[in-house]
């Protein structure tokens, strides 16, 4: 029960920081924000980006190491794998970064469409 418990507590935290950078690469990712003017267009704004994405990814490499050392030792003591959502977690870990950074993308993608769109309707009504 006890290297559920821990385990658990690491997998908490880890999503916890998967959701602290999602939130923070949504804005973070978005080259948009080269071209705007004022404070998230200079350069003391990315260094500080830098610096965010920097810590956020070293906990996750922490968080990470402890999960798949205790991960592999459930499996070796007790035959035992870590589901998330019914997904094998070492396999979670290994793709999350990517997926979210490929959903990221999507959203603003389609976030561009409409915005076309409704400009292309407003357009049309003028016309």
Do not use: C, P
Not at 23 to 51: I, P
């Amino acid at each position: 029960m006890e290297a559920w418990e821990s385990i658990a507590q690491l997998i908490v935290r880890r999503e916890k920081f998967i959701n602290d950078l999602e939130n923070f690469e949504r804005t973070a990712s978005d080259a948009n924000r080269f071209f705007e003017s004022g404070k998230m267009g200079n350069s003391k704004m990315r260094l500080s980006e830098s610096r965010r994405r920097t810590y956020l990814y070293n906990q996750l490499s922490i968080l990470e190491k402890q999960i798949t050392e205790q991960f592999n030792e459930m499996q070796r003591k007790f035959r035992d794998t870590v589901t998330y959502n019914g997904r094998n977690y070492l396999d979670k870990m290994q793709f999350d970064k990517l997926e979210m950074l490929h959903y990221l993308q999507e959203e603003r993608r389609l976030n561009y469409l409409h915005s076309f769109t409704k400009l292309d309707s407003t357009f049309n009504k003028i016309l």
